[in-house]
């Protein structure tokens, strides 16, 4: 049958292909990215998740089966091809191949829906349909290797700083986050929901005695708006750590923030480059500010703003500004967050509740949590919610709960920032948004 492997293996990716193995037999699998027949000689561009090989066929030096074979090439086929090294300094990298087998492993069709190699440009509808194309380009698959290296750092991380890694229930029985909506699902006779956020059970887990733990996964949120920064499907980094506060987690946030921008650094500098995009090392601390100065600043930048309001856009706009790239805003008023947060001792009227900004951009919200039943009981009620439908949660809070603190971070965002783009959905391979449901 033709197209199989069989007995085929790649010995070389593109990139490992210099002129010093000029002479040498190798074999490259990847994706037809050019073809230039110009009758005597034929030049192919192969492509691999590396970079770029050339394919140099002279018509005489080559086996006239070899050329009909070339001739069948289409782009973004996908091919095995065995040749010989050889030097070139008018091929890229110095070096070519040229070929002594074929095995054409899968032919694309024609015309494509999109096109990979970023000569005519897409719309991002036309690229998210045909995502499995747009991510052929390397600038594309650039954001996502620099997303897989946030997420590799941070665990390690968590992992370095005692947290033990935790997964929790993504079908849930009640709301966590005020605000943002639910999807409702059949769960057999009863109502569910698709979770908000692990809040409630890494918060169970400060009761259970391990301390620290982290998670990383999917929240779901029913926002009916469409924004550049917000999806109905999005990936939390979720932190709690028993006995600590929330300037003890804003700490730990500040650190992971820095140890993911330094290993990007280090390890993306080729995406990084790709992106056009400059990642400085943030200096350390993060700036904080109250929100009561925020909303002097935001005042006095002609955006009216009463007290005990959210963030409006222009307000975030406004604010970021004029603060630098990170900072901490803290000391929200207590009734804009949700009934986990603790009030301040001195002014109820107030929480320990943070965000993390990036410019204009929240990244984070996190908080020191009510650790006492009855006033967590209290506020659940305050903002007319039953306490009969947190019973399983409550629980947790009547036999012993340590005071404890955290946060969670949106990881898409994050890579918003890491990779410098501007639309969230650029970071998420298949983002989930008030239109979008496929692929
Ligand atoms: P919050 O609701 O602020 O807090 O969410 C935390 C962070 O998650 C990201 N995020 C989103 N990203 C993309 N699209 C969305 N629709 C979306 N919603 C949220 C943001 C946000 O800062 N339980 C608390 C966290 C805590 O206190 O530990 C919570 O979920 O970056």
Redesign the pocket.
Same mark, same amino acid.
């Given at each position: 049958m033709e197209g199989l492997l069989n007995n085929w293996r790649r010995t070389n990716y593109a990139k490992n292909i210099t002129p010093k193995l000029t002479g040498e037999e190798i074999i490259i699998m990847g994706w037809v990215h050019e073809i230039r027949d110009l009758g005597g000689i034929i030049f192919i561009l192969v492509r691999d998740t590396t970079g770029m090989i050339q394919i140099t066929a002279p018509s005489k030096k080559v086996d006239p089966k070899i050329l009909e074979e070339l001739r069948k090439f289409r782009k973004e086929s996908v091919v095995a091809i065995k040749g010989t090294v050889q030097e070139s300094n008018k091929a890229p990298n110095n070096v070519e191949i040229i070929p002594q087998e074929i095995n054409i492993l899968s032919l694309a069709n024609q015309p494509l829906p999109m096109d990979p190699t970023e000569k005519v440009k897409a719309e991002i509808d036309t690229r998210l349909d045909s995502r499995f194309l747009d991510l052929r380009k390397s600038n594309i698959s650039a954001i996502f290797k620099i997303k897989s290296q946030m997420l590799h750092t941070v665990r390690d991380f968590f992992y370095k700083n005692g947290f033990l890694e935790i997964s929790t229930p993504k079908l849930v029985a009640s709301a %966590? &986050?005020g605000g %943002?909506e639910l999807f409702p699902i059949t769960y057999f006779e009863k109502e569910a929901f698709l979770g908000? =956020?692990p809040?409630l059970y890494?918060q169970i887990m400060m009761s259970s005695g391990v301390d620290k733990v982290f998670e990383i996964g999917q +929240?779901f949120?029913a &926002?009916e708006h469409d924004t550049l920064?917000? $999806?109905?499907e999005?990936i =939390?980094i #979720?932190a &709690?750590a028993s006995f600590m506060d929330g300037n003890d987690m804003m700490k730990v946030l500040n650190n992971m923030i820095e140890q993911v921008i330094i290993d990007i650094n280090e390890y993306c500098k080729e995406e990084l480059e790709l992106l056009d995009h400059k990642l400085p090392i943030p200096d350390k601390p993060f700036p904080k500010i109250t929100y009561d100065e925020a909303v002097d600043i935001i005042n006095s930048k002609g955006i009216e703003m009463e007290w005990g309001e959210d963030l409006s856009r222009a307000a975030e706009k406004a604010l970021g500004n004029t603060m630098d790239d990170f900072y901490f805003l803290t000391e929200w008023p207590s009734h804009v967050k949700?009934f986990y947060v603790m009030p301040c001792a001195h002014d109820p009227t107030k929480s320990h509740a943070f #965000?993390l900004m990036y410019k204009n951009l &929240? $990244? =984070? =919200?996190?908080?020191t949590r009510v650790h006492q039943y009855n006033i967590l009981v209290e506020q659940i009620k305050e903002r007319d919610l039953n306490p009969d439908a947190f019973n399983s949660y409550l629980k947790a809070f009547e036999y012993g709960m340590p005071p404890h603190a955290?946060?969670?971070?949106?990881a #898409?965002?994050l890579t918003m920032v890491l990779t410098g783009v501007n639309n +969230?959905r650029e970071t998420v391979l298949f983002p989930r948004d008030r239109h979008r449901l496929t692929p």
């Open positions: %966590t &986050e %943002t908000q =956020s809040q890494k +929240i949120r &926002e920064r917000h $999806l109905n999005a =939390s #979720d &709690e949700p #965000d &929240e $990244l =984070s =919200s996190g908080a955290g946060w969670g971070v949106g #898409d965002r +969230i």
